[in-house]
């Protein structure tokens, strides 16, 4: 695919480490990192994230919140619009969003919308959105690609309203953004080109980082960490992201419906050993949300670095799915719990898919090894796995009590009781790592590690 719009010779391209292809341009589908990077550039929802990953007015100017929360008011901009001039409307709002929570379309992500009751189009510029109920991060939702909106017939990234605009795609070497002349504020947009190159091996990208064919690195390979820590300081950016790595417990049946047990197990593991062990610079969680959100206090295990207690319990099937990390760990846990506790544990690994597949077959295992990447910045986007409705909740853990203080807002002490119940065993937080050429001005690292492309020069 191509499009118009070809840069000057003497235009400022900006090249970026990807990982990999993007799963789809299509907003409302979308659900990996390669197009989450993308699409940020080349779609705006009614807001947008700003450099250091903040929520700030995007497609609307201002919204307007009623005093219950539940009633949001957006104003678009009179000057905003689609990549091929067409004015954007409310009503492609009331399209899009529409068309992503539509069961039949049946979006990765939809679900972060479940909240919306109601929406319509007051005249061209006008947006009303009511919720069933207040909730605090719906804003950070409405930034995300699954709330962006979608050019009628054109879910391929053709038509757009962002910053850029799609030039080309060719799957396994390169996609090529260009500025979009009919952004709103595009005198304000510094490169005039971008480069997404879907590079997944590490040690190659750094190679390519390092002959100056890369400005920017997804990531940096574990192994050379220490290296460019000592070498290239000043180009390494490790900072704290939201996600957190975790074993989720089958609390349905024994041995695990024991609380002493489950507690017993999560002391047993040596955190800083298993972090050390990967080398990769994650930090050890005692925890399930990670740090780095704005007015919230993250609940802590008090007991960090003490022995566990006695426990007693048969042989434990610990389940996993393929891959250097994820063998590690559960080689590293094994250890730990025979050693501690004199548990015999039974390691089944098995490929993705079929892995996937094991989370409803509770008969196959006891503890289940997972991951969960904030989809927004706030608390709920790690508690609510655990609402007893909550269809990604693995351990099947069921508490009023728990329901009742999220429902209450009241987080932290959600947090707290999810730890004390012992439910889930979170192992350690990640951390995002990039390496960032001298000669890019304006990236800022922040916990949901968004980089929009506008906001970087080079």
Same mark, same amino acid.
């Given at each position: 695919?191509?499009?118009?719009?070809?840069?000057?010779?003497? =235009?400022?391209?900006?090249?970026?480490?990807?990982?990999?292809?993007?799963?789809?341009?299509?907003?409302?589908?979308?659900?990996?990192?390669?197009?989450?990077?993308?699409?940020?550039?080349?779609?705006?929802?009614?807001?947008?994230?700003?450099?250091?990953?903040?929520?700030?007015?995007?497609?609307?100017?201002?919204?307007?919140? &009623?005093?219950?929360?539940?009633?949001?008011?957006?104003?678009?901009?009179?000057?905003?619009?689609?990549?091929?001039?067409?004015?954007?409307?409310?009503?492609?709002?009331?399209?899009?969003?529409?068309?992503?929570?539509?069961?039949?379309?049946?979006?990765?992500?939809?679900?972060?919308?479940?909240?919306?009751?109601?929406?319509?189009?007051?005249?061209?510029?006008?947006?009303?959105?009511?919720?069933?109920?207040?909730?605090?991060?719906?804003?950070?939702?409405? =930034?995300?690609?699954?709330?962006?909106?979608?050019?009628?017939? &054109?879910?391929?990234?053709?038509? &757009?309203?962002?910053?850029?605009?799609?030039?080309?795609?060719?799957?396994?070497?390169?996609?090529?953004?260009?500025?979009?002349?009919?952004?709103?504020?595009?005198?304000?947009?510094?490169?005039?080109?971008?480069?997404?190159?879907?590079?997944?091996?590490?040690?190659?990208?750094?190679?390519?980082?390092?002959?100056?064919?890369?400005?920017?690195?997804?990531?940096?390979?574990?192994?050379?960490?220490?290296?460019?820590?000592?070498?290239?300081?000043?180009?390494?950016?490790?900072?704290?992201?939201?996600?957190?790595?975790?074993?989720?417990?089958?609390?349905?049946?024994?041995?695990?419906?024991?609380?002493?047990?489950?507690?017993?197990?999560?002391?047993?593991?040596?955190?800083?050993?298993?972090?050390?062990?990967?080398?990769?610079?994650?930090?050890?969680?005692?925890?399930?949300?990670?740090?780095?959100?704005?007015?919230?206090?993250?609940?802590?295990?008090?007991?960090?670095?003490?022995?566990?207690?006695?426990?007693?319990?048969?042989?434990?099937?610990?389940?996993?799915?393929?891959?250097?990390?994820?063998?590690?760990?559960?080689?590293?846990?094994?250890?730990?719990?025979?050693?501690?506790?004199?548990?015999?544990?039974?390691?089944?690994?098995?490929?993705?898919?079929?892995?996937?597949?094991?989370?409803?077959?509770?008969?196959?295992?006891?503890?289940?090894?997972?991951?969960?990447?904030?989809?927004?910045?706030?608390?709920?986007?790690?508690?609510?796995?655990?609402?007893?409705?909550?269809?990604?909740?693995?351990? =099947?853990?069921?508490?009023?009590?728990?329901?009742?203080?999220?429902?209450?807002?009241?987080?932290?002490?959600?947090?707290?009781?999810?730890?004390?119940?012992?439910?889930?065993?979170?192992?350690?937080?990640?951390?995002?790592?990039?390496?960032?050429?001298?000669?890019?001005?304006?990236?800022?690292?922040?916990?949901?590690?968004?980089?929009?492309?506008?906001?970087?020069?080079?």
């Amino acid at each position: 695919m191509a499009g118009c719009g070809a840069p000057e010779d003497n =235009a400022q391209v900006l090249r970026r480490g990807n990982g990999g292809d993007p799963g789809t341009l299509d907003p409302a589908l979308a659900q990996d990192e390669h197009a989450f990077n993308v699409l940020t550039d080349l779609y705006e929802g009614l807001v947008a994230y700003g450099p250091d990953g903040s929520i700030r007015p995007g497609a609307a100017e201002r919204w307007e919140v &009623s005093e219950d929360g539940r009633l949001y008011t957006f104003f678009l901009r009179e000057d905003a619009r689609w990549s091929n001039g067409t004015p954007l409307r409310a009503d492609d709002f009331v399209r899009s969003l529409t068309r992503a929570r539509a069961e039949d379309m049946a979006a990765p992500l939809g679900f972060l919308l479940d909240p919306v009751a109601e929406l319509h189009a007051q005249g061209e510029t006008t947006l009303v959105i009511r919720l069933d109920a207040p909730a605090p991060h719906f804003l950070s939702v409405l =930034a995300m690609p699954v709330a962006m909106p979608v050019w009628p017939g &054109s879910e391929a990234g053709e038509v &757009s309203n962002g910053a850029f605009m799609l030039e080309s795609w060719r799957v396994g070497e390169l996609l090529r953004i260009v500025r979009n002349p009919n952004y709103y504020d595009n005198d304000s947009v510094a490169p005039d080109v971008v480069e997404y190159y879907p590079i997944n091996d590490p040690a190659t990208e750094l190679l390519r980082y390092r002959a100056g064919e890369l400005d920017i690195t997804m990531t940096v390979p574990p192994a050379r960490l220490a290296e460019l820590r000592r070498d290239r300081a000043a180009e390494l950016r490790i900072a704290p992201r939201l996600a957190v790595y975790y074993l989720a417990l089958d609390l349905t049946e024994p041995p695990l419906d024991d609380p002493a047990l489950r507690e017993a197990l999560s002391r047993a593991i040596d955190r800083e050993a298993l972090v050390e062990l990967l080398g990769r610079g994650e930090k050890p969680a005692y925890g399930f949300v990670p740090d780095g959100l704005a007015a919230y206090e993250p609940a802590r295990y008090a007991w960090q670095g003490s022995a566990p207690g006695p426990a007693q319990a048969p042989s434990i099937t610990l389940l996993y799915d393929t891959g250097d990390v994820h063998e590690k760990i559960a080689l590293a846990v094994a250890s730990m719990w025979r050693d501690a506790l004199g548990i015999d544990v039974e390691l089944e690994k098995r490929e993705w898919k079929y892995f996937l597949a094991s989370r409803e077959q509770r008969e196959d295992w006891d503890v289940m090894r997972f991951a969960w990447t904030g989809d927004y910045a706030h608390p709920t986007t790690f508690l609510d796995l655990f609402r007893s409705d909550s269809v990604m909740n693995l351990p =099947a853990y069921r508490s009023a009590e728990f329901d009742r203080l999220m429902e209450n807002g009241e987080y932290a002490a959600a947090e707290a009781l999810l730890l004390a119940d012992y439910p889930v065993i979170p192992l350690y937080f990640y951390v995002s790592k990039h390496l960032v050429s001298p000669v890019v001005q304006g990236f800022e690292s922040n916990p949901l590690d968004i980089h929009p492309s506008r906001f970087l020069a080079r």
